[in-house]
C-alpha cells in the first residue's frame, strides 16, 4: 500500500515522531547513558547521534534529518562553562540560536528544535528533558513543512 | 559624475598608479549594465558608463582582479564600500594591490519600474535636479528618482562610504532609520503557519538559476557546497519543496554575519523572491541578541557568528518568543 | 569494498532480556556491505573478542560493528582487539544498544526494533570509516617558566627537581617577585624575606635552572613538545659573567635621584642599582633612563671603580632563540592605578598610600628601616585609615571602571597591617571600612577576629566618601558613612591606606596572544576546564601557575605552582606525544582563506599560510590557506560548521559520516 492510497486519518494513526539527538560526547551523551545505567526509560524513537562536541553539530545535519523524515531535532551539549573544549557549546548555542530562529522564519514550529543541557551526571534530567520533547513534538504531529515526501513513504 | 570618473581614471592610468580600472559599461541595451575592466584612455572613452543604472556590486570581481599583479582602480558606490571591507576582512582582496574611489550614489533606478510607466526605448539616463532623466528614442522623459527606485535602495542603510582612498562626490550617513527591518518584522508578527505560507508561495518559485549565488559578494567560496558532491548538499534544480528552502536556508546561514546587506541577491532574482529578507532576518537577530553589529563596516571586525559571550548569549530558547509556534 | 561484520552482544541479559539479538544479527545480515553477523553472550569477554579476532580473519571482514554497551565503557576494548591483528582500530565502530536501548526500553518488540536502527546507522558510519593514524611528535625536554615570582620559583624548583631542565624569564634584574617586597604573611607573620630568599637561592643554585633575569619573551612558535621561544635580554650594561654584586660602583654612582620601584618609589636608589640585598642573580644593572654616561656621554665612574671590568656601555639587547616542551605561564599580579580614585586623594597626599606601599613602609628592608612614618613629614601615625575594595567588586556602573572581581587577599593582609601596626604601636587608632569580611582559609578567620578582639581594631561596615587633605593641621579628613548604625563619621587620619585591587601583569595580555593563551575579559589566563583542569590552559603544553590565572594568596599560589610542575614533569617525562587521530584537516583546494575557522579555534591550532598551487589550468597561483596542527587541535570540530565552504572536516566524525548516521536513523 502505497502513501497515497492510505487515509490521512490511518497515517495520523500509524504516525509515531521520529527524533533525532545529536549528543556530545562528554556531557550529554555520557547522561544518555546514565539515564540506561539507571534503568530510566524514555520513548524509543528518541535515536542519539553521538559527536564530540555540541559545536561539531552542523546545521546541515539538522537540516538534512528534517529532510529525511525526522519530526524533531534535538541537540544536547555541557552546560555552559562546563564544556570538554572549553567554548564548544557557546558557539553552539549561537549557531543553533540562528538556525532555530530562521526555521521559526520561515514558518517551521520552533518547538520540533531545541537545544538542552545535559550532564554526564544527569541521567534523570535526559530522560525528563527527552519525555518532554517527544511529548511536544507528538502534539505538533507529523513534520509537514519541512519533509521531503517522496523519503516518508515505506 | 561620469566624465569625472574616467578624467580620474586616465590620470591614474596615465602616472601607473593603477594598471586597470573595474567600473561599468552597457551591455545590449542602455539600461543593461554589466562590470567591465578597461585598460586604457580608449576603452574608457568608449564604454565607461556610470549612471543610475550601475546598479552592480563591484567588489566580488575584485577577488579575482586583485589576485591579479599590478593594482586595479575600483569604483565602489557606499554599499559596495561595506563588501569591500568584509570581503578584506576573510582575506578574499588584497586591498594592496586595489586602488578604491568612493563614487557617491543616491540610489538606482529599476528600469522595471520605468516600463510600468511606460517609458520604454530607453537609450540612457541622467539626474538632473533631482529628477531622472531618461533619455529614450521616442525623447526624453523626467520622473522623481526616488519613485522609479530599486527596492534595495529605498531602504538604503548607509550613503557613507567606510573604506576609500579618494572620494569623487560627496560622503553620505549612516541612514538611521532605513526601515530596512519592517518588513522582517512584519512576517515575525505572522504566525507561524502565515508565515509558512508567505514563504511557501515565495519560494516554490525558485528555479535555482544560481544567480542570487552568483551574484553575493559573500558567497564567494572556492567550492560552494552545493556544487560539491562530497558535501551531501550537492544538487542543482530543487527536487523537492524542500531543497527549495534547504537551499536558501544554507546559503542565507552561510553569509550570516558576513551579509552586508547589499540587496544584490534580490535585485537580479529573475522570480523576484525577496531574498534579502533572509538575511535581514539573521542581521535583525543578531542585532537584537548579541549586540549591533554591521558586518563590513570596519575591516578586521569578527563576526558574530564566529564570537560568543559566556552569559550574557540567550539560550536557544529565546526563538520561540514571539510569533513562533 | 567494504566487508562489514556485525557482532551483537547478549551482554548476558542485560541486552538480551529487552532485545532479540538474533534477530538483530539476521537483520543485519540484509544491510548492503555487511557479509558477516552473529551473536555471542559476552562480546568484551576473551572469548568474544577472539570471536571478532577470528571473524575479521576467516571473512576478510574491512569494517567491524559491536553493537553493545557504550562505547564510553568498551570502545577502546574492541578497538584494542581488532588492532591486534593488524586492523585499524578506527574501522569499528560501537552501536550502543544497552545504555540506550535494551535498559530503557521495555518492550522487547520496540526495543529490538530500535536496536536495529542503532546497528543500520553504525553500519552506515563504518561503512564511510578510513583508516587513521595518530601522529606522534617528539618532546624538548626543557621547560620554561614566565616569571620569576613565588608562582615561577616554585613551579621552575619542583620541575628542576625532577630532572628536567627549566629556564626562567623575568622582566625585573632579579628573581623574588612580589613576595620578596612583602613584610609579613598572613595569617602566621612569619617573615616574607625570611621563606623566599632561601627559595631564591635554592633557584640560583640548582644546577638544572638557567634564570634569564631583566629579559623577556618576544616570540613564540611551535606547539606542544615543540616550542620555540625568543627570548630578549635587555641590555643590562653590566658583564653578567663578570660582575660579583660587591656594589662598589653603586656607591660612587653620582646619580642618587632615581626612584626605587623595589620600594614603590617611596625612595630614591642609583642610576647602576641592585634591586636589594638578596637579589638574584646579584649582578648590578644601569638603569638607561637615568645613566649619565648613557645619556649625556659623560660620567663612567662605574666603570672605573669595577674590579672586574664588568661595565660595559655598548651593551645591546640580545636575542636568544630556545626550544621547549612545556611553557609555564607565572606573570603574577600589579596593583591598579589608584590615582583615578580622586576621592581618595592618592595624588594630593603623599600619606595616602596603597597597601604595597604600606608593606614597604613596614618593612625592615624598606624606605624607612622597618620604621612606620608618615611619607610626608617622618611622623609616627596615630591614627590609620584603611579603605577595603578600591577598584574591586565593582558593579558595571561604576564611574571608574575597576574590576568586578574580589582581589581575594585584601580582607586578610589588611588585618596583618592593622596587627602589625598594633604590635609596633599600640595606641594607635586603626579603622577598617569594608564591604564584606572575607577570611575563608585556614586560620584565617580567627585572625581577623584577632584584630578586631584582642587589637581593638575598627571595622566599619561602610564606605569612605572622601579623603580630604587638610593643610593646617596636616591631616587627612575622611568623611565616611557606618552603614550598620547608619551615621556619618569624620576621621582625623595620619594615613589612609588603600587595598587597591590587584590585576594580571600587564604582560599577560601580550604573553597570551604569543601563546595563542585564551583570555577572559579581566585578563587572566582561562584555564582549560573550570573544575577538572585548573593549572592547564586550553592551548596543549601551556600551563598557569599563580595570580595570571586568578587571585590567590601565597599558599594557593604555591600549591598551584607545584600542580603546573607536575602537569609540566608528565608531559616532559614522553619522549614523544601521540596524538589524537580525530582531528580536524582542511581541503587546501576548497579553503577560502577566510579565517573564520582560526577565529572559533580554542587551542590555536590553525594557522594560515600563503601557498603555491598549480591550477587546473596549469597557471600558479598563491592561495591563502588554513592548516590544522594535529598535535594541537582536540577534534572538537567547532571549525568544522564554521566554514562556508566544507573544507575543514573532522576525521572519524566527519560530515558524511554523521550524515550517514541521520539518514540510516531516519528511515
Given at each position: 500500500?502505497?502513501v497515497?492510497?492510505?487515509?490521512?486519518?490511518?497515517?495520523?494513526?500509524?504516525?509515531k515522531?521520529?527524533?533525532?539527538?545529536?549528543?556530545?560526547?562528554?556531557?550529554s551523551?555520557?547522561?544518555?547513558?546514565?539515564?540506561?545505567?539507571?534503568?530510566?526509560?524514555?520513548?524509543?524513537?528518541?535515536?542519539?547521534?553521538?559527536?564530540?562536541?555540541s559545536?561539531?553539530?552542523?546545521?546541515?545535519?539538522?537540516l538534512?534529518?528534517?529532510?529525511?523524515?525526522?519530526d524533531?531535532?534535538?541537540?544536547?551539549?555541557?552546560?555552559?562553562?562546563?564544556?570538554?573544549?572549553?567554548?564548544?557549546n557557546?558557539?553552539?548555542?549561537?549557531?543553533?540560536?540562528?538556525l532555530?530562529?530562521?526555521?521559526?522564519?520561515?514558518?517551521v514550529e520552533?518547538?520540533?528544535?531545541?537545544?538542552?543541557w545535559?550532564?554526564?551526571a544527569?541521567?534523570?534530567?535526559?530522560?525528563a528533558?527527552?519525555?518532554s520533547?517527544?511529548?511536544?513534538?507528538?502534539?505538533?504531529?507529523?513534520?509537514?513543512?519541512?519533509?521531503?515526501?517522496?523519503?516518508?513513504?515505506? | 559624475?561620469?566624465?569625472?570618473?574616467?578624467?580620474?581614471?586616465?590620470?591614474?592610468?596615465a602616472?601607473?598608479?593603477?594598471d586597470?580600472?573595474?567600473?561599468?559599461?552597457?551591455?545590449?541595451?542602455?539600461?543593461?549594465i554589466?562590470?567591465a575592466?578597461?585598460?586604457?584612455?580608449?576603452?574608457?572613452?568608449?564604454h565607461?558608463?556610470?549612471?543610475?543604472?550601475?546598479?552592480?556590486?563591484l567588489?566580488?570581481?575584485?577577488i579575482k582582479?586583485?589576485?591579479k599583479?599590478?593594482?586595479?582602480?575600483?569604483?565602489?558606490?557606499?554599499?559596495?564600500?561595506?563588501?569591500?571591507n568584509?570581503?578584506?576582512t576573510?582575506?578574499?582582496?588584497r586591498?594592496?594591490?586595489?586602488?578604491?574611489?568612493?563614487?557617491e550614489?543616491?540610489?538606482?533606478a529599476?528600469v522595471?519600474?520605468?516600463?510600468a510607466r511606460?517609458?520604454?526605448?530607453?537609450?540612457?539616463v541622467?539626474?538632473?535636479?533631482?529628477?531622472?532623466?531618461?533619455?529614450?528614442?521616442?525623447?526624453?522623459?523626467?520622473?522623481?528618482?526616488?519613485?522609479v527606485?530599486?527596492?534595495?535602495?529605498?531602504?538604503?542603510?548607509?550613503?557613507?562610504?567606510?573604506?576609500?582612498?579618494?572620494?569623487?562626490?560627496?560622503?553620505?550617513?549612516?541612514?538611521?532609520?532605513?526601515g530596512?527591518?519592517?518588513?522582517?518584522?512584519?512576517?515575525?508578527?505572522?504566525?507561524?503557519?502565515?508565515?509558512f505560507?508567505?514563504?511557501?508561495?515565495?519560494?516554490?518559485?525558485?528555479?535555482?538559476?544560481?544567480?542570487c549565488?552568483?551574484?553575493?559578494p559573500?558567497?564567494?567560496?572556492?567550492n560552494c557546497?552545493?556544487?560539491?558532491?562530497?558535501?551531501?548538499?550537492?544538487?542543482r534544480?530543487?527536487r523537492?519543496?524542500?531543497?527549495?528552502?534547504l537551499?536558501?536556508i544554507?546559503?542565507?546561514?552561510?553569509?550570516?554575519?558576513?551579509?552586508?546587506?547589499?540587496?544584490?541577491?534580490s535585485?537580479?532574482?529573475?522570480?523576484?523572491?525577496?531574498?534579502?529578507?533572509?538575511?535581514?532576518?539573521?542581521?535583525?537577530?543578531?542585532?537584537e541578541?548579541?549586540?549591533p553589529?554591521?558586518?563590513?563596516?570596519?575591516?578586521?571586525?569578527?563576526?558574530?557568528?564566529?564570537?560568543?559571550t559566556?552569559?550574557?548569549?540567550p539560550e536557544?530558547?529565546?526563538?520561540?518568543?514571539?510569533?513562533?509556534e | 569494498?567494504?566487508?562489514?561484520?556485525?557482532?551483537?552482544?547478549?551482554?548476558?541479559?542485560?541486552?538480551a532480556?529487552?532485545?532479540d539479538?538474533?534477530?538483530?544479527?539476521?537483520?543485519?545480515?540484509?544491510?548492503?556491505g555487511?557479509?558477516?553477523?552473529?551473536?555471542?553472550?559476552?562480546?568484551?569477554?576473551?572469548?568474544?573478542q577472539?570471536?571478532?579476532?577470528?571473524?575479521?580473519?576467516?571473512?576478510?571482514?574491512?569494517?567491524?560493528?559491536?553493537?553493545?554497551?557504550?562505547?564510553?565503557?568498551?570502545?577502546?576494548?574492541?578497538r584494542?582487539a581488532?588492532?591486534?591483528?593488524?586492523?585499524?582500530?578506527?574501522m569499528?565502530?560501537?552501536?550502543?544498544?544497552?545504555?540506550?536501548?535494551?535498559?530503557v526500553h521495555k518492550?522487547?518488540?520496540?526495543?529490538?526494533?530500535k536496536a536495529?536502527?542503532?546497528m543500520?546507522?553504525?553500519?552506515?558510519?563504518?561503512?564511510?570509516?578510513?583508516?587513521?593514524?595518530?601522529?606522534?611528535?617528539?618532546?624538548t625536554k626543557?621547560?620554561?617558566?614566565?616569571?620569576?615570582?613565588?608562582?615561577?620559583?616554585?613551579?621552575?624548583?619542583?620541575?628542576?627537581?625532577a630532572?628536567?631542565?627549566?629556564?626562567?624569564?623575568?622582566?625585573?634584574?632579579?628573581?623574588?617577585g612580589?613576595m620578596?617586597q612583602?613584610?609579613?604573611?598572613?595569617?602566621?607573620?612569619?617573615?616574607?624575606?625570611?621563606?623566599?630568599?632561601?627559595?631564591?637561592?635554592?633557584?640560583?643554585?640548582?644546577?638544572?635552572i638557567?634564570?634569564?633575569?631583566?629579559?623577556e619573551?618576544?616570540?613564540?612558535?611551535?606547539?606542544?613538545g615543540?616550542?620555540?621561544v625568543?627570548?630578549?635580554?635587555?641590555?643590562?650594561?653590566?658583564?653578567?659573567?663578570?660582575?660579583?654584586?660587591?656594589?662598589?660602583?653603586?656607591?660612587?654612582?653620582p646619580?642618587?635621584?632615581?626612584?626605587?620601584e623595589w620600594?614603590?618609589?617611596l625612595?630614591?636608589?642609583?642610576?647602576?642599582?641592585?634591586?636589594?640585598?638578596?637579589?638574584?642573580?646579584?649582578?648590578?644593572?644601569?638603569?638607561?633612563?637615568?645613566?649619565?654616561?648613557?645619556?649625556?656621554?659623560?660620567?663612567?665612574?662605574?666603570?672605573?671603580?669595577?674590579?672586574?671590568?664588568?661595565?660595559?656601555?655598548?651593551?645591546?639587547?640580545?636575542?636568544?632563540?630556545?626550544?621547549?616542551?612545556?611553557?609555564?605561564?607565572?606573570?603574577?599580579?600589579?596593583?591598579?592605578?589608584?590615582?583615578k580614585?580622586?576621592?581618595?586623594?592618592?595624588?594630593?597626599s603623599?600619606?595616602v598610600?596603597?597597601?604595597?606601599?604600606?608593606?614597604?613602609?613596614?618593612?625592615?628592608?624598606?624606605?624607612?628601616?622597618?620604621?612606620?612614618?608618615?611619607?610626608?613629614?617622618?611622623?609616627e601615625?596615630?591614627?590609620?585609615?584603611?579603605?577595603?575594595?578600591?577598584?574591586?567588586?565593582?558593579?558595571?556602573?561604576?564611574?571608574?571602571?575597576?574590576?568586578p572581581?574580589?582581589?581575594?587577599?585584601?580582607?586578610?593582609y589588611?588585618?596583618?597591617?592593622?596587627?602589625?601596626?598594633?604590635?609596633?604601636?599600640?595606641?594607635?587608632?586603626i579603622?577598617?571600612f569594608?564591604?564584606?569580611?572575607?577570611t575563608?582559609?585556614k586560620?584565617?578567620?580567627?585572625?581577623?577576629?584577632?584584630?578586631?578582639e584582642?587589637?581593638?581594631?575598627?571595622?566599619i561596615?561602610g564606605?569612605?566618601?572622601?579623603?580630604?587633605?587638610?593643610?593646617?593641621?596636616?591631616k587627612l579628613d575622611?568623611?565616611?558613612a557606618?552603614?550598620?548604625?547608619?551615621?556619618?563619621?569624620?576621621?582625623e587620619?595620619?594615613?589612609?591606606?588603600?587595598?587597591?585591587?590587584?590585576?594580571p601583569h600587564?604582560?599577560?595580555?601580550?604573553?597570551?596572544?604569543?601563546?595563542?593563551?585564551?583570555?577572559?575579559?579581566?585578563?587572566?589566563?582561562?584555564?582549560?576546564?573550570?573544575?577538572?583542569?585548573?593549572?592547564e590552559?586550553?592551548?596543549?603544553?601551556?600551563?598557569?601557575?599563580?595570580?595570571?590565572?586568578?587571585?590567590?594568596?601565597?599558599?594557593?599560589?604555591?600549591?598551584?605552582?607545584?600542580?603546573?610542575?607536575?602537569?609540566?614533569?608528565?608531559?616532559?617525562?614522553?619522549?614523544?606525544?601521540?596524538?589524537?587521530?580525530?582531528?580536524a584537516?582542511?581541503d587546501?583546494?576548497?579553503?577560502?582563506?577566510?579565517s573564520q575557522?582560526?577565529?572559533?579555534?580554542?587551542?590555536?591550532?590553525?594557522?594560515?599560510?600563503?601557498?603555491?598551487?598549480?591550477m587546473?589550468?596549469?597557471?600558479?597561483?598563491?592561495?591563502?590557506?588554513?592548516?590544522v596542527?594535529?598535535?594541537v587541535?582536540?577534534?572538537?570540530g567547532a571549525c568544522?560548521?564554521?566554514?562556508?565552504?566544507?573544507?575543514?572536516?573532522?576525521?572519524?566524525?566527519?560530515?558524511?559520516?554523521?550524515?550517514?548516521?541521520?539518514?540510516a536513523?531516519?528511515?
Amino acid at each position: 500500500m502505497s502513501v497515497m492510497e492510505k487515509t490521512a486519518a490511518a497515517r495520523q494513526a500509524e504516525w509515531k515522531p521520529k527524533i533525532i539527538a545529536f549528543c556530545c560526547n562528554w556531557c550529554s551523551y555520557g547522561g544518555a547513558d546514565l539515564a540506561g545505567t539507571n534503568r530510566l526509560s524514555y520513548p524509543a524513537n528518541v535515536k542519539i547521534i553521538r559527536v564530540p562536541c555540541s559545536c561539531r553539530v552542523n546545521p546541515m545535519f539538522i537540516l538534512r534529518a528534517f529532510q529525511k523524515g525526522a519530526d524533531g531535532v534535538i541537540v544536547c551539549g555541557c552546560h555552559p562553562g562546563d564544556c570538554h573544549y572549553s567554548t564548544g557549546n557557546y558557539h553552539a548555542r549561537r549557531r543553533m540560536t540562528m538556525l532555530f530562529s530562521m526555521l521559526s522564519f520561515l514558518g517551521v514550529e520552533s518547538a520540533r528544535t531545541r537545544v538542552e543541557w545535559v550532564s554526564a551526571a544527569e541521567g534523570a534530567r535526559f530522560k525528563a528533558v527527552m519525555d518532554s520533547f517527544v511529548e511536544d513534538i507528538t502534539r505538533l504531529g507529523p513534520n509537514e513543512r519541512l519533509e521531503d515526501l517522496r523519503c516518508k513513504e515505506n | 559624475m561620469q566624465r569625472e570618473l574616467i578624467n580620474r581614471a586616465r590620470e591614474l592610468l596615465a602616472d601607473g598608479t593603477v594598471d586597470r580600472v573595474l567600473g561599468w559599461q552597457a551591455g545590449q541595451f542602455a539600461y543593461d549594465i554589466t562590470p567591465a575592466v578597461f585598460t586604457d584612455a580608449g576603452e574608457l572613452e568608449a564604454h565607461f558608463v556610470y549612471n543610475e543604472f550601475c546598479a552592480d556590486n563591484l567588489s566580488k570581481y575584485l577577488i579575482k582582479e586583485s589576485e591579479k599583479e599590478g593594482k586595479v582602480l575600483a569604483f565602489l558606490k557606499p554599499c559596495d564600500t561595506y563588501s569591500f571591507n568584509q570581503l578584506v576582512t576573510e582575506h578574499r582582496i588584497r586591498r594592496e594591490h586595489v586602488y578604491v574611489i568612493g563614487v557617491e550614489s543616491y540610489g538606482k533606478a529599476d528600469v522595471e519600474k520605468l516600463r510600468a510607466r511606460g517609458i520604454s526605448g530607453i537609450t540612457g539616463v541622467e539626474t538632473v535636479s533631482g529628477m531622472l532623466k531618461v533619455h529614450t528614442m521616442y525623447g526624453d522623459e523626467s520622473v522623481p528618482l526616488n519613485e522609479v527606485m530599486l527596492d534595495r535602495c529605498l531602504t538604503c542603510k548607509s550613503k557613507k562610504h567606510v573604506v576609500y582612498d579618494e572620494l569623487i562626490g560627496e560622503d553620505g550617513d549612516v541612514v538611521a532609520d532605513s526601515g530596512r527591518f519592517d518588513m522582517v518584522e512584519k512576517l515575525e508578527r505572522m504566525t507561524a503557519k502565515e508565515r509558512f505560507s508567505f514563504w511557501q508561495g515565495e519560494l516554490s518559485r525558485c528555479i535555482r538559476c544560481n544567480a542570487c549565488r552568483n551574484v553575493c559578494p559573500a558567497c564567494t567560496c572556492e567550492n560552494c557546497v552545493f556544487d560539491n558532491p562530497g558535501s551531501g548538499l550537492q544538487n542543482r534544480a530543487a527536487r523537492d519543496n524542500f531543497e527549495e528552502k534547504l537551499f536558501h536556508i544554507i546559503r542565507a546561514y552561510h553569509v550570516a554575519g558576513r551579509c552586508t546587506d547589499c540587496g544584490e541577491c534580490s535585485r537580479v532574482c529573475p522570480e523576484h523572491i525577496p531574498l534579502h529578507l533572509l538575511n535581514r532576518k539573521f542581521i535583525k537577530d543578531f542585532n537584537e541578541l548579541y549586540g549591533p553589529f554591521q558586518a563590513g563596516e570596519v575591516s578586521g571586525q569578527m563576526s558574530p557568528m564566529c564570537a560568543y559571550t559566556e552569559t550574557a548569549d540567550p539560550e536557544a530558547s529565546v526563538v520561540r518568543k514571539g510569533g513562533a509556534e | 569494498m567494504q566487508k562489514i561484520g556485525v557482532f551483537v552482544c547478549w551482554c548476558g541479559t542485560n541486552i538480551a532480556s529487552t532485545v532479540d539479538v538474533k534477530a538483530v544479527a539476521e537483520a543485519a545480515k540484509s544491510v548492503p556491505g555487511v557479509v558477516f553477523s552473529t551473536d555471542y553472550q559476552y562480546m568484551c569477554s576473551e572469548a568474544g573478542q577472539n570471536l571478532i579476532k577470528d571473524s575479521v580473519l576467516t571473512y576478510g571482514l574491512t569494517h567491524v560493528v559491536v553493537c553493545s554497551c557504550s562505547p564510553r565503557m568498551h570502545e577502546a576494548t574492541f578497538r584494542k582487539a581488532v588492532a591486534s591483528i593488524g586492523m585499524n582500530p578506527y574501522m569499528l565502530e560501537v552501536a550502543n544498544i544497552r545504555e540506550q536501548c535494551s535498559w530503557v526500553h521495555k518492550d522487547k518488540e520496540v526495543g529490538t526494533e530500535k536496536a536495529i536502527a542503532l546497528m543500520k546507522a553504525a553500519v552506515a558510519k563504518a561503512m564511510l570509516n578510513t583508516p587513521l593514524t595518530a601522529g606522534s611528535t617528539p618532546v624538548t625536554k626543557r621547560a620554561l617558566v614566565i616569571g620569576g615570582g613565588i608562582a615561577g620559583m616554585q613551579t621552575a624548583l619542583d620541575i628542576a627537581d625532577a630532572g628536567f631542565q627549566v629556564d626562567i624569564v623575568e622582566t625585573k634584574p632579579t628573581i623574588g617577585g612580589k613576595m620578596a617586597q612583602l613584610d609579613k604573611t598572613f595569617p602566621t607573620l612569619d617573615c616574607s624575606s625570611c621563606i623566599v630568599t632561601p627559595k631564591m637561592v635554592e633557584v640560583g643554585q640548582h644546577p638544572n635552572i638557567t634564570i634569564y633575569a631583566y629579559s623577556e619573551v618576544t616570540e613564540v612558535k611551535g606547539f606542544v613538545g615543540q616550542f620555540t621561544v625568543t627570548i630578549k635580554r635587555k641590555a643590562r650594561y653590566v658583564d653578567e659573567s663578570k660582575c660579583t654584586g660587591c656594589g662598589a660602583c653603586i656607591e660612587k654612582c653620582p646619580m642618587k635621584k632615581v626612584p626605587d620601584e623595589w620600594n614603590m618609589n617611596l625612595n630614591n636608589r642609583k642610576a647602576i642599582y641592585i634591586p636589594f640585598a638578596q637579589a638574584v642573580p646579584k649582578i648590578a644593572t644601569i638603569d638607561p633612563a637615568y645613566c649619565l654616561k648613557l645619556n649625556t656621554g659623560k660620567c663612567g665612574v662605574c666603570s672605573k671603580v669595577c674590579g672586574t671590568n664588568a661595565i660595559n656601555y655598548e651593551a645591546k639587547d640580545e636575542y636568544l632563540e630556545v626550544g621547549y616542551g612545556a611553557i609555564v605561564a607565572a606573570t603574577g599580579y600589579e596593583m591598579i592605578d589608584v590615582s583615578k580614585y580622586d576621592e581618595y586623594a592618592y595624588s594630593n597626599s603623599p600619606d595616602v598610600v596603597t597597601a604595597l606601599e604600606y608593606e614597604r613602609l613596614m618593612s625592615a628592608a624598606g624606605p624607612t628601616g622597618g620604621h612606620l612614618v608618615r611619607p610626608s613629614d617622618g611622623k609616627e601615625p596615630k591614627t590609620i585609615v584603611f579603605i577595603q575594595c578600591v577598584g574591586s567588586r565593582e558593579t558595571e556602573d561604576s564611574c571608574h571602571g575597576g574590576k568586578p572581581y574580589c582581589s581575594k587577599v585584601c580582607c586578610m593582609y589588611t588585618a596583618k597591617h592593622a596587627i602589625l601596626t598594633k604590635d609596633h604601636y599600640p595606641d594607635t587608632d586603626i579603622y577598617v571600612f569594608y564591604i564584606d569580611v572575607r577570611t575563608p582559609g585556614k586560620l584565617f578567620d580567627e585572625f581577623y577576629r584577632r584584630a578586631v578582639e584582642q587589637y581593638n581594631v575598627h571595622y566599619i561596615k561602610g564606605a569612605v566618601g572622601k579623603v580630604t587633605p587638610n593643610a593646617e593641621t596636616g591631616k587627612l579628613d575622611v568623611q565616611a558613612a557606618d552603614l550598620l548604625l547608619m551615621e556619618q563619621l569624620q576621621i582625623e587620619a595620619d594615613m589612609v591606606v588603600l587595598a587597591a585591587a590587584l590585576e594580571p601583569h600587564r604582560s599577560a595580555r601580550p604573553l597570551a596572544t604569543m601563546l595563542t593563551a585564551p583570555m577572559d575579559t579581566n585578563d587572566f589566563f582561562t584555564e582549560a576546564h573550570a573544575k577538572l583542569r585548573p593549572v592547564e590552559s586550553a592551548t596543549a603544553g601551556i600551563y598557569l601557575s599563580g595570580f595570571c590565572q586568578g587571585p590567590k594568596d601565597i599558599p594557593e599560589t604555591v600549591s598551584q605552582a607545584g600542580a603546573a610542575a607536575a602537569k609540566v614533569i608528565g608531559l616532559l617525562s614522553k619522549n614523544e606525544l601521540v596524538g589524537n587521530p580525530c582531528v580536524a584537516h582542511s581541503d587546501e583546494w576548497m579553503c577560502n582563506g577566510c579565517s573564520q575557522c582560526e577565529n572559533v579555534c580554542p587551542y590555536g591550532a590553525i594557522t594560515y599560510e600563503e601557498k603555491e598551487f598549480r591550477m587546473p589550468d596549469r597557471t600558479t597561483k598563491i592561495r591563502r590557506v588554513a592548516s590544522v596542527n594535529p598535535a594541537v587541535c582536540q577534534g572538537c570540530g567547532a571549525c568544522t560548521v564554521t566554514c562556508p565552504s566544507g573544507a575543514m572536516d573532522l576525521r572519524g566524525f566527519t560530515n558524511q559520516e554523521i550524515m550517514a548516521e541521520v539518514d540510516a536513523l531516519c528511515l
